[in-house]
């Protein structure tokens, strides 16, 4: 059983509407290429853009049913092919880091905020998840259990662990920051201690302090 997954390694706009059109665009390349899953890196909505003044975060945070995650639904369903679609999520009282999956037919099977935030910079203006989450994906020629953690959950073993414990198969990692030797060998030791798949997509070189490096580590 092969499972195909597209690493959405792009440049964001400067707009929630230009994400979508850029972030749509993507995924249909990535159908057209036999993409069973598309992941997109850290935050897409906003481009991991995490302004320290609330009012100015409030703003740019959207909410669950928003029009923007209702399109990537949509899309999904178009397009046969889950997308798992990151974002800036309204939350009182501060905004979360956040993901979606949408498996090929439009549902939604997993919603996950990031737990370990990077409370020592940017952010400490957002609040943290409180788990971590599994879910069955059915891609058409079989299923595979999955879970999420998003860059700095990395670096807790705790993290997969949970996830495994949960039954996950493969682990979904979306990512914005270098992808150095070091946090490339946490990803790896996640994998190997818990033999399970994990996937990290990243922002490609050209976005301030990313290097792109997105990469698939099996057990």
Known sequence: ????????????????DENFLIGRKACREAKEKGADIALFPEM??????????QNQLNALAIEKESAFLKGFR???SELQMAIGITFLEAHRPKPLNSVLFFDRTGKEILHY?????????LEKVLDAGDDFYTADLDFGRGSVKIGSMICFDREFP????????KGAELILAP???????????ALRSRAYENMAAVATCNYPEGYPDCNGRSVFLIS
């Open 44 to 53: 897409w909505s906003d481009g991991y853009d995490l302004p320290q003044d």
């Open 158 to 165: 705790e993290s997969a662990r949970i996830l495994m414990l």
């Open 113 to 121: 905020s990031k737990v370990h935030t990077c409370a020592f910079d």
């Open 1 to 16: 059983m092969n499972l195909k997954i597209a690493f959405l390694q792009i440049l964001p706009g400067k707009s929630l």
């Open 175 to 185: 990512n914005a920051c270098p992808m150095e030797i070091n946090r490339l060998s």
């Open 74 to 76: 949509g899309l999904a």
